[in-house]
């Protein structure tokens, strides 16, 4: 069994607790939590798992990483403190551990990532043997391992297309929708996230990664946005009032141009409600889904739908996100220490998990 410590229990930590107890070559050795409300609690609480599991949540990092666990599932946040993130992760490197985490979205396509966060990474690496997977789902699986398995289906491709198109009064992360995209603040507010280039910082590896994949030289990478304003104020359960005239959905395209054509694109269409820009393209069930399109011969689409946590589509991306890295684990474990992407780390099957329930 692999020793292996959860770190954070966020939206991300508790679907990180639910798999690594789920997965039979892994051991839940610690769960590292921030909150002092947390300290002491079970994990199969904190996880969402009704029973307890006989691990109760610390805030001693020193500790935790003391005991040498061979793997850590990074979940706490980076998207507003990645050089605390950076740093936590270095830290677990050093410890020998093999890190897999969604918090840093320079890595995704580590050979490409900026000096400054790929060099410390390597000499945590080179310090303590350890190693990083960085994935996700969007960015992630959703435009790096799908539209790339999904291509080979295809005769003659013309533009390969990833959307996520999500109602995002179900994502229980207010700060995030609130602040960093925007929603329910007035049209002139510039929100972080869709500031002129951070979408290619957040998106562009993953465009650079499947250009990498598919043999093809970039022109360029650009963007293209588009938002809407709500016409009447709702409520939402998670998040409460979004007022009339405020943002209320958000378009944006990040594209990699190839001869002069976009033909690799990620793109997203995100409301606070499904009475925002009904024009715009639309998930099958009106909820929220990723989704894949290759435009060529044959005409390939692709959509997929998760839900967890109570029929939560967040928490079901969310728990996709957490299945990916942590079916990792193992054969990073086996592997040679170093810093990895989407295109070293296979998806495979479920060995041992068909109709397994964890005692």
């Not at 946005?225 to 359960?237: C, P």
């Not at 967890?308 to 996100?321: C, K, Q, V, Y």
């Not at 299945?323 to 041992?352: M, N, Q, T």
Request: hydrophobic share 45%; net charge negative.
């Amino acid at each position: 069994m692999i020793p292996t410590v959860v770190w954070g229990t966020g939206n991300v930590g508790r679907a990180a607790i639910r798999a690594v107890e789920a997965h039979p070559a892994l051991a839940l050795a610690a769960v590292l939590v921030h909150d002092p409300a947390k300290v002491g609690r079970d994990a199969g609480e904190l996880g969402g798992l009704g029973r307890p599991l006989g691990v109760a949540a610390t805030d001693d990092i020193a500790a935790a990483l003391a005991a040498r666990p061979r793997a850590v599932v990074y979940a706490a946040s980076g998207d507003i403190r990645p050089d605390d993130a950076l740093a936590d992760i270095g830290r677990a490197i050093r410890s020998g551990a093999v890190v897999v985490t969604p918090s840093l979205y320079p890595l995704y396509d580590q050979r490409n990532a900026p000096p400054e966060l790929r060099d410390p990474i390597l000499a945590a690496v080179a310090e303590g043997g350890g190693s990083l997977f960085v994935s996700g789902v969007d960015p992630g699986w959703g435009n790096d391992v799908l539209p790339l398995l999904v291509s080979g289906l295809g005769t003659e491709l013309d533009v390969i297309r990833c959307q996520e198109i999500f109602d995002y009064s179900t994502y229980e992360q207010e700060d995030s929708v609130r602040h960093l995209i925007g929603m329910g603040h007035p049209m002139d507010y510039q929100p972080l996230m869709l500031a002129e280039g951070v979408p290619t910082m957040v998106w562009g590896g993953q465009i650079r990664l499947m250009a990498r994949a598919l043999g093809v030289e970039l022109d360029e990478i650009r963007e293209t946005l588009d938002r809407r304003a709500l016409e009447t104020t709702v409520t939402t359960r998670t998040m409460g009032e979004f007022a009339a005239g405020s943002q209320g959905a958000v378009r944006f395209e990040v594209q990699g141009v190839v001869d002069g054509v976009a033909r690799i694109v990620i793109e997203h269409i995100t409301r606070i409600h499904p009475s925002c820009a009904p024009d715009w393209p639309t998930p099958p069930d009106g909820v929220g889904a990723h989704r894949v399109v290759i435009e060529g011969r044959p005409r390939i689409e692709v959509t997929v739908e998760a839900s967890d946590e109570g029929e939560n589509r967040s928490a079901g991306g969310n728990a996709t996100a957490v299945g990916r890295l942590v079916s990792a684990i193992d054969w990073l474990v086996d592997a040679e220490p170093g810093l990895y992407d989407a295109l070293d780390v296979p998806l495979r099957p479920a060995v041992g998990r068909l109709g397994r329930r964890p005692a």
